[in-house]
């Protein structure tokens, strides 16, 4: 199964439609302007079932093939939110919405579901029914959790679930995915740290504040470096330093520190956390100041279903010709929520030489959308053949 020629057909529609979403970005839950737009597509595509409202802003949509002998239910996931950055790219259909912005390609994403189950209604050349699914809040808002704390694998009878990522650097329209651990667990953590505030002159009389948060920062380095198994991934970054003045006279009483935790082990989790907690509470304690740490279980390790991830290559490799293994990567991804639910898979689609994703100059390479939109019914023509 190449990519299907009805894609080629599709191709200015679909790019279309990535367009406009790309033009009109939402950020988290906020994606009213897209889910309706979403729903109403899978109306006018002839969808049996469309649920709004699931995960607060999520749709889904059904698809029944044209016979059900399996009963077999399968998930297509694709996520719908923007990202709080101010475009750079000087497109012509660049944002409208300023601090808001698709650099991570979730509108392509939106966009290349919309067009197989465009598809899906048109051929139904499956035996089951598929469940499209468009996710809000991928972006740090646990879109995923609350889609399925609101039961939406149990409601339709979701047996699989697969979704999909662009990626940049991977030649365009080719495929890449791994089984196991694939995206990383992450973690946030904030630290206030409190002294004594002062005259910078005279800071014998004053608890440094800033002095406290920098140490903070230097020790926290070595969680990674000496605490932790060399041969396992963990990663710590102190992302944000703020005082509580911007005078150049004045000993700060306050600072903030913000951060992440990226793992992929449980147990380098938990002992990640016990260590973020030691260090910032034992060196305020060693200058005399105070630190309260606040840390958080954010997005668990996004793990790929061995059967599942092999299908799904198999599936990309009768697409594109090959299908080549990722590597581990150490940002979060909440379809790891839905894969804890069901057994799934989760494959990367090249975006070709492009902007990294998260940046002010990326875009989502609309070449891709056949090979993308081929992949998805694939999933569902091959895992649930007439």
Known sequence: MPVKNRFAELLPDIAAWRRDLHEHPEILFDTHRTSAIVAEKLRAFGCDEIVTGIGRTGVCGVIKGKSNKSSKVIGLRADMDALPIHEATGLDYASKVDGAMHACGHDGHTSMLLGAAKYLCETRQFDGTVIVIFQPAEEGGGGG???????????????????????????????????????????QFDIAIEGKGGHAAK??????????????????????????????????????????????NVIPQRVHLRGTVRTLDSDIQDMAERRVQEIATLTAQAFGARARVD?????????????????????????????????LVMGGEDFAFMAQERPGAYILVGNGDSAPIHHPEYNFNDDAIPAGCSWWVGIAEQRMPL
């Open 295 to 327: 840390y958080r279980r954010g997005y668990p390790v996004m793990v790929n279903a061995e059967e599942q991830t092999a299908f799904a290559a198999e599936v990309a490799r009768s697409v594109s010709g090959q299908c080549d293994d990722a590597p």
């Open 203 to 248: 800071p014998h009389e004053a608890i440094d504040t800033t002095v406290v948060a920098a140490q903070t920062v230097v020790a926290l380095q070595t969680i990674a470096s000496r605490n932790a198994d060399p041969v396992k991934q963990l990663v710590v970054s102190v992302t944000s330093f703020e005082t509580d003045t911007k005078a150049h």
């Open 145 to 187: 959790k609350e889609m399925c704390d609101d039961g939406m694998m149990a409601r339709f009878g979701i047996a699989e679930v697969y979704g999909m990522h662009n990626w940049p650097g991977v030649p365009l329209g080719q495929f890449a995915i791994r089984p196991g651990p694939f995206f990383a667990a992450a973690d």
